[in-house]
């Protein structure tokens, strides 16, 4: 969100901006210029620099946390399945991905209790 130019009160309207598409991973304005909207805080690849490229999570292996996510973000109203969600207790190593055999692999991540979250990390490795 910058400072906006005003015109007799009203924001000026920029139309560089009108066709910006929403970022392809979360569903959210990628420069944070819809007024009402939210902004896409989606992680940068660590390897490309990219930002809501959908690529990045099989070429490049980026994965990004669910539970630093905004609410709203797309991956956290994603059935957990078809995310590829992986998830550890804070503070080992190894990641477990939620199988379709698990109760909760056609929930989201928003809809999980307090004993899937608590002292968990959580991540996405696809979209
Ligand atoms: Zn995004
Ligand atoms: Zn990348």
């Not at 991973?25 to 490229?53: R, T």
């Not at 991956?75 to 207790?89: D, H, Q, T």
């Not at 990641?95 to 056609?106: D, E, T």
Request: proline share 7%.
């Amino acid at each position: 969100m910058g400072t906006y130019d005003t015109i007799g009160g009203a924001p000026r309207h920029d139309p560089a901006f009108d066709h910006d598409p929403p970022c392809a991973v979360c569903g959210l304005d990628p420069y944070g210029d819809f007024p009402e909207g939210k902004s896409c805080n989606c992680s940068e690849c660590l390897v490309c620099g990219g930002v809501g490229d959908p690529r990045c999570f099989a070429e490049h292996g980026l994965t990004l946390d669910l539970y630093l996510l905004d609410p709203d973000h797309r991956l956290r109203n994603a059935p957990l399945s078809e995310i590829g969600a992986e998830y550890r207790s804070a503070g080992t190593k190894t990641w477990r991905r939620v199988g379709l055999q698990y109760r909760i692999a056609g929930h989201t991540f928003n809809e999980l209790g307090e004993s899937w979250v608590t002292s968990t990390e959580w991540r996405a490795t696809k979209c």
